[in-house]
């Protein structure tokens, strides 16, 4: 564990996935058969705590929900990439908007898509129920599956290895 607390130390941009992440990769379909997603609170929370102590966060998915999309618009995350098929460009796009490198990015992914850019960033992780390949590729698999809290799990990880976790911005929604 303490390879991954140093690696984690280095973290400066958090991305994400949706589907199987953020999401449950099981849900009920809408009447035009696409599927519902959920989300989970907890992660939410996280992710308006990272931005607070000023973590770049972005989202790159292959849906192209408007809810979705809208849901972390509420939390305050300004990069969404949506319908996306190659997750590359965005995460380049993401990486020189903000100024980092891919040493210093944490993407958390679940399935084949995510492959590709899981190879290319500093510390790649994944939930407990990912696909085997993108858990042979995780420097830190949750214990927590897809959309039952693991973006919360990752993410506090990344703050408490970087002291920021706990601090008079965590007890309100909003920075001021």
């Known amino acids: ?12 941009a958090l991305v994400f996935d949706i589907d199987g992440v953020l999401s449950l990769d099981t849900s009920p379909l809408n009447e035009d058969g696409d599927p519902m997603r959920t989300a989970n ?58 100024g980092v490198t891919a040493d210093q990015v944490l993407y958390m992914g679940d399935d084949l898509i995510d492959y590709q850019i899981m190879s290319l960033v500093g510390f790649p992780c994944s939930p407990k129920d990912a696909v085997h390949e993108i858990k042979e590729i995780s420097s830190y698999i949750s214990d927590k599956n897809g959309g039952e809290g693991c973006v ?14 706990i601090n008079e911005k965590s007890y309100y929604w909003r920075s001021t």
Not at 73 to 85: A, F, N, Q, T
Not at 154 to 165: H, L, N, P
Request: charged share 30%; net charge positive.
């Open 1 to 12: 564990m303490t390879f991954v607390k140093d690696k984690l130390k280095s973290i400066k």
């Open 41 to 98: 609170v907890k992660d939410g929370y996280a992710l308006r705590n990272a931005l607070n102590m000023g973590y770049h966060v972005a989202i790159i998915t292959g849906g192209a929900v408007e809810r979705v999309k809208l849901r972390y618009e509420k939390l305050g995350v300004p990069h969404i990439y949506m319908g996306v098929r190659d997750k590359v460009q965005p995460l380049n796009d993401f990486m020189q908007k903000v």
């Open 152 to 165: 919360r799990d990752v993410i506090e990880q990344v703050m408490r290895a970087q002291d920021t976790w």
